[in-house]
């Protein structure tokens, strides 16, 4: 039988390696002072280190036996060194460690030594069930840590207060999209609040939410980790019931579409803009290519006819850039149309493709709704070419509806566009302006949005170009 001296001088891991011949349950959470007793007491000893024989209470799990396999720890070396360090910490301290230390410990100790399986299970049922039920089941968090994110980004430090909203509360209030595809509730206008609700990207798709809408819904309290109260479901979209919004579950590719028929009015003054409006008409619901070659003035050309449509009344517009030079992007910025996304040359095909997709879905949504949504993109030669027939596809005047206009940049044409801009480079060069290719460029159906004679006025000014 070893003495209690003896165990006293033996290290904590030697300890435990004897309290797991003896069979004793628990013993990883017990002090080293009430570990020697234990040993000493299930040996039979008197208890002389304590004065009255009484052994110290061993901690036992419940519905688990002695004989139980435990996991072997890895690294046995390392944690003979740190055993070690701990007893000699705990001999130099009489006091109970806090609270959190033996939390801190516990952690650095495998699961099945420090809470029994049946443990678990009894305190999982005293959990909510809103905690324990499959992610599945719950209301869809996309984004993960981009929800986080995006919840610092909608709300800027000095923020107004607002009364955060209750358990189960009707809110109302302005849609704010991020650039994950979530977004924001802000029930105090367009200022970010602490009563702000966060949407998900699944009720964003589901219910074709653009922003600017007006939705409305009950909330619940934020879980866990979330920092924001999370919308339920979305009850009204701009006064009207949610089911009632869109395009009556039709799909948008599935939309009626018809040649555009009413044309942009620019009343520009710069030649090449003019000569656009009315040799290469442009329609609401047209699709636009401006095609050239290098240094021929396609993005200048984009760029001055972002500034005419941003004149226009009832036009949704945004500008995305993809694959375009760095200092593109920050003339870009102060542009008359918001940039919706800016990616340069450097961004993989697929990060563009899908910027260009998240900004085309959004001006579909405003289409759907009996809007009209004008997309701009500089370039198209960066995404993958699929991509960029499925975004000029997107574009349609749809019959008794809104429409989708989308005026892209490319080298070339990708065919099946209804209106292509062509630029001659040496004509840019040289300043000679307009700088149009009249025979390269041209527009279906001219005289649906320039009438007879102007067709006919443009047919005679190709003539001439020949």
């Given at each position: 039988?070893?003495?209690?001296?003896?165990?006293?001088?033996?290290?904590?891991?030697?300890?435990?390696?004897?309290?797991?011949?003896?069979?004793?349950?628990?013993?990883?959470?017990?002090?080293?002072?009430?570990?020697?007793?234990?040993?000493?007491?299930?040996?039979?000893?008197?208890?002389?280190?304590?004065?009255?024989?009484?052994?110290?209470?061993?901690?036992?799990?419940?519905?688990?036996?002695?004989?139980?396999?435990?996991?072997?720890?890895?690294?046995?070396?390392?944690?003979?060194?740190?055993?070690?360090?701990?007893?000699?910490?705990?001999?130099?301290?009489?006091?109970?460690?806090?609270?959190?230390?033996?939390?801190?410990?516990?952690?650095?100790?495998?699961?099945?030594?420090?809470e029994?399986?049946?443990?678990?299970?009894?305190?999982?049922?005293?959990?909510?069930?809103?905690?324990?039920?499959?992610?599945?089941?719950?209301?869809?968090?996309?984004?993960?840590?981009?929800?986080?994110?995006?919840?610092?980004?909608?709300?800027?430090?000095?923020?107004?207060?607002?009364?955060?909203?209750?358990e189960?509360?009707?809110?109302?209030?302005v849609?704010?999209?991020?650039?994950?595809?979530?977004?924001?509730?802000?029930?105090?206008?367009?200022?970010?609040?602490?009563?702000?609700?966060?949407?998900?990207?699944?009720?964003?798709?589901?219910?074709?939410?653009?922003?600017?809408?007006?939705?409305?819904?009950?909330?619940?309290?934020?879980?866990?980790?979330?920092?924001y109260?999370s919308?339920?479901?979305?009850?009204?979209?701009?006064?009207?019931?949610?089911?009632?919004?869109?395009?009556?579950?039709?799909?948008?590719?599935?939309?009626?579409?018809?040649?555009?028929?009413?044309?942009?009015?620019?009343?520009?003054?710069?030649?090449?803009?003019?000569?656009?409006?009315?040799?290469?008409?442009?329609?609401?619901?047209?699709?636009?290519?401006?095609?050239g070659?290098?240094?021929?003035?396609?993005?200048?050309?984009?760029?001055?006819?972002?500034?005419?449509?941003?004149?226009?009344?009832?036009?949704?517009?945004?500008?995305?850039?993809?694959?375009?030079?760095p200092?593109?992007?920050?003339?870009?910025?102060?542009?008359?149309?918001?940039?919706?996304?800016?990616?340069?040359?450097?961004?993989?095909?697929?990060?563009?493709?899908?910027?260009?997709?998240?900004?085309?879905?959004?001006?579909?949504?405003?289409?759907?709704?009996?809007?009209?949504?004008?997309?701009?993109?500089?370039?198209?030669?960066?995404?993958?070419?699929?991509?960029?027939?499925?975004?000029?596809?997107?574009?349609?005047?749809?019959?008794?509806?809104?429409?989708?206009?989308?005026?892209?940049?490319?080298?070339?044409?990708?065919?099946g566009?209804?209106?292509?801009?062509?630029?001659?480079?040496?004509?840019?060069?040289?300043?000679?302006?307009?700088?149009?290719?009249l025979?390269?460029?041209?527009?279906?159906?001219?005289?649906?949005?320039i009438?007879?004679?102007?067709?006919?006025?443009?047919?005679?000014?190709?003539e001439?170009?020949?």
């Amino acid at each position: 039988m070893l003495e209690r001296s003896a165990l006293a001088d033996s290290p904590l891991a030697d300890l435990h390696a004897i309290a797991t011949e003896l069979g004793i349950d628990g013993f990883r959470r017990l002090r080293k002072p009430d570990l020697i007793d234990a040993i000493v007491a299930l040996q039979g000893g008197n208890g002389n280190g304590n004065g009255n024989g009484a052994a110290a209470p061993v901690e036992a799990d419940d519905e688990e036996s002695s004989d139980r396999p435990r996991r072997r720890r890895g690294g046995r070396g390392r944690s003979r060194d740190r055993d070690r360090d701990e007893s000699r910490d705990e001999a130099a301290s009489d006091e109970r460690p806090s609270r959190s230390d033996r939390e801190s410990r516990s952690d650095r100790e495998p699961r099945s030594d420090r809470e029994p399986r049946s443990d678990r299970e009894s305190r999982a049922d005293r959990e909510p069930r809103a905690e324990r039920e499959p992610r599945a089941e719950r209301e869809p968090r996309e984004g993960g840590r981009d929800r986080d994110r995006g919840s610092r980004a909608g709300k800027p430090d000095g923020a107004p207060k607002g009364k955060a909203p209750q358990e189960g509360e009707l809110i109302e209030g302005v849609v704010e999209l991020l650039g994950n595809g979530s977004g924001f509730v802000r029930v105090n206008g367009p200022e970010a609040s602490d009563g702000d609700v966060y949407i998900s990207a699944a009720q964003v798709r589901r219910c074709e939410l653009v922003a600017g809408d007006r939705v409305g819904g009950p909330v619940r309290a934020p879980r866990r980790s979330e920092r924001y109260p999370s919308l339920v479901r979305i009850d009204t979209i701009n006064g009207k019931p949610a089911d009632e919004s869109g395009s009556d579950g039709t799909k948008f590719d599935e939309l009626p579409a018809a040649f555009a028929t009413e044309r942009f009015a620019f009343d520009a003054s710069e030649a090449t803009v003019k000569a656009i409006e009315w040799l290469t008409p442009i329609g609401r619901g047209s699709r636009v290519v401006i095609v050239g070659g290098p240094r021929a003035g396609k993005t200048e050309t984009l760029r001055r006819l972002a500034d005419h449509l941003a004149k226009l009344d009832g036009l949704e517009s945004s500008v995305v850039l993809v694959g375009v030079r760095p200092e593109e992007i920050s003339e870009w910025n102060g542009a008359a149309v918001e940039v919706a996304a800016g990616l340069s040359f450097a961004a993989s095909a697929d990060a563009q493709s899908q910027a260009l997709e998240r900004a085309i879905d959004n001006g579909k949504r405003v289409a759907a709704r009996g809007g009209n949504a004008v997309v701009l993109v500089d370039t198209l030669d960066g995404v993958h070419p699929a991509a960029a027939r499925k975004a000029l596809a997107a574009a349609r005047n749809i019959a008794d509806g809104g429409s989708l206009t989308v005026i892209a940049t490319a080298s070339e044409p990708f065919g099946g566009e209804t209106t292509v801009v062509a630029l001659d480079a040496e004509l840019a060069a040289t300043g000679r302006y307009p700088a149009l290719d009249l025979l390269a460029s041209g527009t279906l159906r001219p005289e649906l949005l320039i009438g007879e004679a102007g067709a006919k006025a443009v047919a005679a000014a190709r003539e001439t170009a020949r």
